[in-house]
């Protein structure tokens, strides 16, 4: 009985608890459902586009049909990493761009371009708002994923495995196989593949520390060349300290607005690259170009010397900097390549003030007793000239 009555009593009280849930939320249900049609009544008339990241990504690549002719993206705008200089902006810049804002922003750059450059590539670029859309979903995703990395070369990591397998090989027939009778043909492969992984791991050391033919991706796609070569800049009106202090110097964002208060789009790059100087310029902030050239912390260079007394051409350290569009360390900056360079540069020793306090070398210079001075002759190769 005492059974009977606790179950009824949990079923009418399951009930009534049931009953209120529904009379509360009836209310908001029906006014929900009133406002949600309301608001879908004017979402439909105004219906924003969803992006398909993989028909973008096939957009991009030439992959969908966009009519005849049509330019494909991907042979402007790189989806990997390179070390060459390519003056349209790659995926990742363009996605990091255009990602906080709205599709129209994007549509316009796209289709209907400010700059003569970008008309003329994109002339025959015909696009749907779904395309748009698509392709700017793609171009999204990019900027958070990144550009696909260049893969690591592994050329000296084989070869070391290659002659490791090579040893024990000959090992291995040598004490057990037998298929070669002559013993010293097993001595001297064993002799030649460790002489090659010795070589292998001594370069690899030496080379530590040093960073020939590095040349990092900068902020802003600077060519040297155009600069340099095409418009005749002089080295020291960008790096003005290198004659009388111990940097180069690296030109400040008023330098670069001397010219490009005027000069607004580069024949080449448009204006893509030089608005971003522009927009350092206004919001007051540095560009942060990455340093090429490095030395390790103990060692003293200093430019001043080797510019303003030594009156040296900048191509001698820094190689044809006027034909490089992305500028590179040309040599290993290494201690034997400047000790080199020491021992074997002539010292413009006359008419050269700096040199004026060497009188004894001077009187030998007019005497016949020696042809030349040479910078080892003035302590160019003391240590404690550089590591002090």
């Known amino acids: 009985m005492n059974n009977c009555f606790v179950d009824q009593f949990r079923k009418q009280t399951f009930r009534v608890v049931m009953l209120v849930l529904f009379l509360m ?7 929900g459902s009133f406002s949600n049609k309301k608001e879908g009544k004017s979402e439909g008339s105004k219906k924003e586009l969803t992006g398909d990241v993989k028909r973008g990504q096939k957009i991009f690549f030439g992959l969908a049909e966009l009519g ?3 330019p494909v993206c991907a042979n402007c705008h790189n989806t990997t990493e390179i070390d060459s200089l ?5 995926s990742y810049e363009i996605g990091s761009k255009f990602k906080k804002k709205g599709l129209m922003a994007f549509k316009k750059a796209v289709l209907s371009p400010s700059t003569p450059t970008m008309k003329k590539v994109h002339a025959k670029l015909t696009l749907t708002d779904q395309d748009v859309t698509d392709v700017k979903a793609y171009l999204d995703q990019v900027a958070v994923d990144g550009l696909t990395p260049k893969k690591p070369v592994v050329k000296n990591a084989l070869l070391m495995i290659s002659l490791t397998i090579i040893i024990i090989i000959a090992l291995v027939d040598a004490f057990f196989t037998w298929k070669v009778k002559f013993k010293i043909i097993h001595l001297v492969v064993i002799l030649l593949a460790v002489a090659g992984q010795v070589k ?3 370069h690899a050391a030496i080379a530590l520390g040093r960073s020939k033919d590095y040349s990092p991706d900068q902020p802003i796609k600077f060519s040297h060349k155009v600069h340099a070569n095409q418009n005749q ?6 790096h003005p300290s290198a004659e009388y202090g111990k940097n180069a110097g690296i030109p400040s964002v008023n330098v670069c607005m001397n010219c490009h208060i005027l000069v607004a789009e580069g024949q080449i790059s448009g204006k893509y690259e030089i608005d971003k100087v522009k927009a350092a310029y206004t919001n007051k902030k540095p560009i942060e170009w990455i340093r090429v050239h490095n030395l390790p912390d103990h060692v003293y260079f200093n ?3 080797h510019v303003g007394a030594g009156k040296l051409d900048c191509t001698e350290c820094h190689g044809d ?3 490089m569009h992305l500028i590179k360390q040309v040599e290993d900056l290494s201690m034997g390549w400047c000790i080199n360079c020491h021992r074997t540069k002539e010292v413009r020793f006359t008419d050269n003030k700096y040199y004026g306090d060497y009188k004894q070398l001077h009187e030998d210079l007019k005497s016949g007793k020696i042809k030349k001075v040479t910078v080892e002759d003035i302590g160019g190769t003391d240590c404690m000239k550089c590591h002090y």
Do not use: M, R, T
Not at 86 to 90: D, G, M, T, V
């Open 68 to 70: 005849e002719g049509a």
């Open 303 to 305: 430019h001043s010397q």
């Open 86 to 90: 390519n003056w349209y902006p790659s």
């Open 200 to 202: 292998l791991v001594s």
């Open 25 to 31: 939320y009836l209310p908001v249900g029906v006014f």
């Open 321 to 323: 900097v006027k034909d």
């Open 233 to 238: 800049i002089d080295c020291l009106y960008c």
